[in-house]
């Protein structure tokens, strides 16, 4: 099964994602993390595949914390959901590894688009020794 992390500190939001998603994508369990931080703990913990990450988390930001889980977890994709429009967000996202941005505002146009393309390459990415989380 694949496991899919959202990272989101607006515990509402946080669950209409989580309910979304596990609806949308029943193949996959979804997780939950209100904080950068606590998603570090649940990919240590589960074997996440792809995490969608706010930008703005409490404690560390959200490309700092993809920053450090893409390190720890290079097969690990991420999808960044920010308030930010400007340029400079996404390429700050793009520069820590993140493998798409979307901004809030179009969160039920882009998101789900971009976790199913995200996941369609995860499946048929080939497995090599170097890059075993």
């Not at 509402?12 to 979804?30: A, M, N, Y």
């Not at 913990?45 to 977890?73: C, E, F, K, Q, T």
């Amino acid at each position: 099964m694949t496991n899919i992390l959202i990272v989101e500190d607006n515990a509402v939001l946080r669950g209409l994602l989580l309910e979304w998603l596990s609806t949308e994508l029943p193949e996959c369990r979804v997780h939950e993390a209100a904080s950068g931080e606590e998603a570090l703990q649940r990919a240590c913990a589960v074997p996440i595949s792809l995490a969608v990450m706010d930008i703005g988390l409490p404690g560390m930001s959200g490309i700092d914390a993809a920053r450090l889980l893409i390190a720890r977890h290079p097969r690990l994709r991420i999808v960044i959901l920010s308030i930010h429009e400007e340029e400079r967000y996404q390429q700050e996202a793009g520069a820590a590894g993140v493998a798409a941005y979307v901004p809030k505002r179009k969160l039920q146009e882009q998101l789900l688009p971009a976790v199913r393309e995200l996941l369609a390459a995860i499946k048929h990415a080939p497995i090599s020794a170097d890059k075993v989380n």
